[in-house]
């Protein structure tokens, strides 16, 4: 048997869930991406309320560890390793390209790659590609887009383009193989996929791991100094 904590600070939409023996037992969310600090720690108690769970029965805690919001990453990441330290508990980090890709294909994929999008600044996105056996194509990256920053992907297969900075690859990508689904991660597709690193016990080192920046911070006043 297992108890899991899921916490994800990385993007607009936060959640936190609590799952056992991969059964969602209690989810809460937040919308306002600027609050996720303040939010995260009486979300968590009022959801381990609801659920007549104690924290005690965790046997581990899995973050989104990125690509995303600086801050969100940090106060997300900070949190879980905060419970780990306070419970003696294991640590799960999730990379967040990898979980959009394998939530997406175990929804909706047919065949083709799998394109995932987190918005960063102006027309740069943070992205990876996968193959429809969610094998890693393209390494994670910052990528300024360009209609032909694709082209080899999509010159024989569909390529489904999703996350929050899809859409503005969408009105410069005018291939018949680009596929923009109308579709969002869910709070229950973070808890599966922490569930199934649980299971081959796929645990960070909890001294060492960081968030996911994949490039470092950018301050306009500290570059202009």
Not at 63 to 71: D, E, F, L, M, N
Not at 89 to 114: C, D, H, W
Not at 149 to 159: C, E, I
Not at 182 to 193: F, H, N, T, V
Request: net charge negative.
């Amino acid at each position: 048997m297992s108890c899991l904590l899921t916490i994800d600070t990385s993007l607009e939409i936060a959640s936190v869930s609590v799952i056992r023996d991969g059964e969602l037992l209690g989810v809460e969310t937040n919308t306002s991406q600027k609050d996720h600090a303040a939010w995260l720690q009486p979300a968590i108690q009022s959801m381990f309320n609801k659920s007549e769970i104690l924290l005690s029965e965790l046997d581990a805690i899995g973050v989104v560890a990125g690509p995303g919001s600086y801050t969100g990453l940090r106060v997300g990441m900070a949190s879980a390793k905060g419970f780990c330290y306070a419970l003696k508990k294991p640590l799960i980090t999730l990379n967040g390209l990898y979980v959009m890709a394998s939530a997406f294909r175990s929804q909706y994929f047919e065949n083709g790659f799998i394109c995932p999008m987190v918005d960063a600044r102006r027309m740069e996105v943070f992205t990876a590609l996968y193959g429809a056996d969610l094998n890693q194509v393209l390494d994670p990256q910052a990528m300024i887009l360009e209609e032909a920053s694709f082209d080899y992907w999509l010159a024989d297969q569909a390529v489904y383009f999703i996350g929050n900075g899809a859409a503005k690859y969408k009105v410069l990508l005018k291939s018949p193989n680009a596929i923009f689904p109308e579709w969002r991660i869910s709070p229950a597709d973070i808890a599966r996929i922490t569930q199934e690193i649980y299971n081959r016990d796929g645990f960070a080192d909890l001294a060492y791991a960081e968030p996911m920046y994949i490039k470092a911070f950018y301050h306009p006043a500290k570059a202009n100094s």
